[in-house]
């Protein structure tokens, strides 16, 4: 109780709290900007730490990295754009929501979750501190490979009503994951001979492509964000922070999830979202399908996320070994002001980790008080145009992408994925479970290899494991039973010629795949035909259908697809091609006037506003703050081979 | 007014492109993620060097992760820069790389240019008191699991090395993300040692309690820790004994800084020299001592000289050392 007096009265200064209030701010504003995460800010505030009291330094930092998966939810919420990659699976709901009016009950929601979950973790944190060690020592590769598995038979949840087209998705989701070298043999799998490849696609950027250009292109067509005739929900906060309420064990699972799963070194919070909202998605509970609009897949994602702050500290506590890169970055932090992390600093300095507790704690209480503050006001961005709007989002989304690692072929990597979202949406392949095989279908592998070495087959005798895979396997058979009573997919539209070409494509993706892997190494190539045989068998059930779909030619499907080539080409490759020619300052700004002139926006003055902006916004953070190094723009090496032929 | 809109646009995409070209930077490329080592020396330099570079340009440290490093090793020796604006720190064992697989041509070591290295610190294998692995003899008879991230690693190389050339029985674990997943597999009592680690890492917390540092790693012992046996004091046969230190040669040119092949020589001049005022700089021995730094600098030259002395070994040394590690 001393410790606790000590730590409040330490944390109170006005300039430690001035200190909390900034890294809070900067925090919020990174997690709105697509392709940015508390990583990100680490890196740019921690050298401003050196000369700080570590009480104030950590206020700073963890203030920043406690609140950008609150604030992540704005873009999400509101345009389909996940703010960082912890919010995929907020657009899912989150932007259904908004479409039909009810932004701010969407937002009210995410933050009064994503507050209540950072709390939890935060308790849980302090709850865990006399156990930490027993308890982060809890789980081995064996329980962490049953949990993945255990995680995939979710795909069912999130395939909506189309299990064999999410199933195919999901494969076809762990095959791209699959890409890059292989974590046994090291041998390079589709690389293409690509270094660029060898740490795999960018998760980052597939998501960008995945979800966020999609609900652009959808938004442009639309003409704005709420669906005409749709009106704003009355008193919309108020009532997305009482469905929290109402929604508390789930709520408090969620940040269970999050919070258990963030102690683990090696689960991201990719995987750890999409847990928690397939596993809401079990339980839909009363209102829409999830996918279209339910208030429990926003809070699930939102609880889980802002939870794992908490969880990943106790590692790094525990014992000094930081369970991902941002506690890496912060163990150097501790280091630079003389804290050495494990038993010894609990012990010793009580009250400092009972401050970081606090701090976390109170960071989320500010972030989400400021987000809450400002819901209303964003909400208005439902009902503002498409042609000013959607500009704007893209731009912040291609610089997001090219942030990944500055190099051209993250365009390309944009391009590819955003082709293969638009395709997904518009014929109804579940997005959601292309990116659990994505997310999960790497880890299944990865645990696998190393419970095989560490302990050859008797990890699956391990009770945690037995009882998953168990639980799992019942899944697998009701599914598989309700599907054969049901026939789910059976009545599903006939989607036209483009969902059998997509239909095909992923079959050929999958033999591709198979023989590719007969030039790699046993270890390597295993999981990888597995997952590629069982495309192809699903694949072969689904081909009655796709006939059907390419034989039948679909009114309109020419002119849709037009469309979606248009926004390809024109829009995310527009971009591309102006910000590789003038740069991540000029070029979006470049593309958000030449949008306007091109949708003939009526209000000419408010694109360069926005233009203005955005090209400030971009020399802040990415040059003056972070001082990041960007390739030089084609127009700048073209004037000096012109200069220095 | 809407011709005079197009006008500014028009002006502003011209004019912005200069914000990119303006500023005046180093930047410093680490071949891993964030944390860890490499990234440590990394931004220890960065905090210190700029003031002595001409125009005392800003120092920004970027992570450009992959493969162990090689990705940005490949990089960089690809790269046509000239201008040095931009080096970067990859693995030490890069520096053995025509040794240890001379058909992959990703990088040469041969044809960068080596700025300094940071450390020539011994690195220790270790086990966790309670693993019941305290002693040498132990560690070589009895059958226990090593700990390792890729098989490009010094991780494995190391243990794979002493594994082959002192017979000992424990198997390697491979496929851990980094050095925190092998230490918690450590603290959980899945595997029983990592081999690999620098002294900065084993004298943290108390670490020296917990754990038993088993053996040495390093071309000639330095004996910073008291009682721990040398590896290459082992027995075993001289060719062993001679490709086993070629293989922990790449440990004394640790934390190495490379520029790219292109660099000119009046710019290579101004960083090398940059790194030698470092060496006498005493705030920034303070600040490598107090955030618990290994520093041992060698420079550039020295490092290229004597990575020209590994490469120039004896055929069938290298042979073996080959074998050692695979």
């Known amino acids: 109780m001393g410790a606790l007096l000590i730590a409040i009265g330490d944390l109170a200064e006005p300039m430690r709290l001035a200190l909390l209030i900034v890294g809070v701010v900067f925090g919020l504003i990174i997690g709105v900007i697509p392709g940015l995460g508390g990583l990100f800010g680490l890196t740019i505030l921690i050298p401003l730490t050196y000369t700080l009291d570590p009480i104030a330094a950590f206020a700073l930092l963890l203030g920043m990295a406690s609140v950008t998966t609150t604030s992540d939810t704005i873009p999400a919420v509101l345009i389909g754009v996940p703010g960082t990659v912890g919010a995929a699976a907020t657009v899912l709901d989150g932007h259904a929501l908004a479409k039909q009016g009810k932004a701010a009950r969407a937002l009210g929601a995410a933050y009064s979750a994503s507050l209540i979950g950072g709390l939890f973790g935060a308790l ?123 929604n508390l064990p789930l709520v408090l699972r969620s940040g269970g999830i999050g919070a258990l799963l963030g102690a683990v070194p090696g689960v991201g919070v990719t995987v750890i979202e999409w847990i928690a909202y397939a596993d809401a998605a079990r339980r839909p509970g009363k209102g829409p399908a999830f996918g279209q609009g339910n208030i429990r897949g926003v809070i699930a994602p939102e609880s889980a996320n802002n939870a794992k702050e908490g969880g990943s500290l106790l590692p790094t506590l525990a014992f000094g070994i ?77 610089i997001g992408a090219y942030l990944t690692t500055r190099d051209p072929r993250d365009f390309v990597v944009l391009l590819v994925f955003s082709a293969l979202g638009l395709a997904m949406k518009r014929y109804g392949w579940s997005r959601p479970a292309f990116t659990l095989g994505l997310v999960l279908g790497p880890n299944l592998e990865r645990f696998f290899f190393l419970s095989w070495q560490i302990s050859g087959w008797s990890w699956l005798a391990q009770p945690l494991v037995i009882g998953l895979l168990g639980l799992s396997m019942i899944l697998l058979t ?168 | 007014m809407a011709l005079g809109i ?59 992760p992959g493969a162990g490093s090689l990705k940005l090793a490949k990089m960089f020796m690809q790269s046509p820069a000239t201008d040095g604006a931009e080096i970067a720190t990859v693995s030490s064992s890069l520096s053995l790389m025509p040794i ?59 243990p794979a090395a002493i594994k082959r050339a002192l017979g000992a029985h424990y198997d390697i674990v491979t496929g851990f993300q980094g050095s925190a997943e092998v230490d918690l597999a450590m603290e959980r009592g899945d595997i029983q040692a990592r081999c690999g680690v620098g002294i900065s890492a084993l004298f943290q917390g108390d670490d020296m309690n917990r754990y038993n540092v088993i053996f040495e790693l390093s071309t000639s012992p330095r004996g910073q820790i008291k009682g721990v046996p040398f590896v290459l004091d082992q ?81 069938a040394v290298m042979e073996r050392a080959r074998a050692l590690v695979q």
């Not at chain 1, 789980?139 to 069912?156: E, K, Y």
């Not at chain 1, 989320?364 to 709007?389: D, E, F, H, K, Y």
């Not at chain 2, 001379?102 to 086990?127: E, G, I, W």
């Open chain 1, 322 to 398: 930081p369970g991902s890169a941002s506690m890496a970055l912060l163990l150097g932090a501790f280091t630079l002001h003389g804290l050495v992390p494990g038993p010894d600093l609990l012990r010793d300095d009580a009250p400092f980790v009972i401050s970081l507790i606090l701090t976390i704690a109170l960071a989320n209480v500010i972030g989400a008080g400021l987000c809450l503050m400002l819901t209303q006001p964003l909400a208005r961005l439902a009902s503002v145009p498409a042609p000013a709007l959607v500009p704007v989002a893209l731009s912040l989304v291609g």
């Open chain 1, 478 to 645: 009701q599914q598989i039973r309700s599907f054969r009573r049901e026939r789910p997919g059976k009545g599903a539209p006939t989607m036209g010629r483009g969902d059998a070409v997509l239909g095909f494509s992923m079959a050929a993706v999958a033999v591709g795949i198979l023989a590719a892997c007969l030039r790699l190494p046993v270890a390597a190539a295993i999981f990888p035909e597995v997952v590629a045989g069982l495309t192809l068998a699903a694949a072969a059930l689904l081909l009655p259908r796709l006939w059907r779909s390419a034989a039948l030619p679909l009114i309109g499907e020419a002119r849709n697809v037009r469309s979606d080539l248009w926004f390809l080409t024109a829009g995310v490759g527009g971009l591309a091609l102006l910000i590789l020619s003038l740069g991540h300052v000029a070029g979006p700004s470049a593309f958000i006037l030449a949008s306007a002139l091109w949708l003939r926006s009526p209000q000419l003055w408010r694109a360069l506003l926005a233009a203005l902006l955005t090209a400030a916004l971009s020399w802040a953070l990415f040059d003056a703050l972070s001082g990041l190094t960007w390739p030089l723009p084609w127009v700048v090496t073209a004037w000096e081979s012109l200069r220095h032929p």
């Open chain 1, 124 to 246: 849980l944190l302090a709850l865990a501190l006399p156990v930490m060690r027993p308890l982060v020592l809890f789980l081995n590769f064996g329980d962490l490979f049953a949990i993945t598995a255990f995680g995939l038979t979710l795909v069912a949840m999130l395939s909506g009503n189309d299990p064999l087209k999410g199933l195919i998705a999901a494969l076809i989701g762990a095959l791209v994951a699959f890409g890059g070298l292989d974590p046994y043999e090291g041998a390079a799998r589709w690389t293409f001979g690509e270094v660029y490849l060898w740490d795999g696609v960018p998760t980052a950027i597939v998501f960008l492509g995945l979800f966020a250009v999609p609900e652009l292109a959808d938004l442009l067509r639309r003409g704005q964000i709420r669906a005409t005739g749709a009106s704003e929900e009355l008193g919309g906060m108020r009532k997305g922070i009482s469905e929290t309420l109402q």
């Open chain 2, 235 to 315: 027995p075993m046969d001289p060719a062993t004994h001679d490709a086993l230190k070629l293989v922990m040669s790449s440990g004394s040119v640790h934390y190495p800084f490379i520029a790219a092949p292109g660099t000119s020589d009046a710019r290579l001049a101004e960083l090398r020299q940059a790194f030698e005022a470092l060496k006498t700089d005493q705030a920034f021995i303070d600040d490598a001592h107090a955030r618990g730094f290994p520093l041992i600098m060698t420079s550039g030259i020295e490092v290229e000289s004597l990575i020209d002395g590994f490469l120039a070994s004896d055929p």
């Open chain 2, 6 to 64: 197009r006008l500014l646009a028009g002006v502003l995409c011209v004019t912005l492109p200069a914000f990119v070209a303006a500023a005046q930077t180093l930047t410093i490329n680490v071949g891993y993620g964030p944390g860890g080592g490499y990234d440590d020396a990394a931004r220890l330099l960065a905090d210190h060097i700029g003031p002595y570079l001409p125009g005392a340009p800003n120092v920004v440290v970027e992570n450009v």
């Open chain 2, 100 to 158: 240890f697989d001379p058909q992959n041509t990703d990088f040469d070591p041969r044809k960068v240019h080596y700025l300094v290295s940071m450390t020539n610190a011994s690195s220790y294998c270790y086990t966790l008191k309670s693993s019941g692995i305290a002693t040498l003899d132990a560690f070589l008879t009895k059958q226990f699991k090593v700990g390792a991230t890729g098989k490009d690693s010094t991780s494995y190389i190391y």
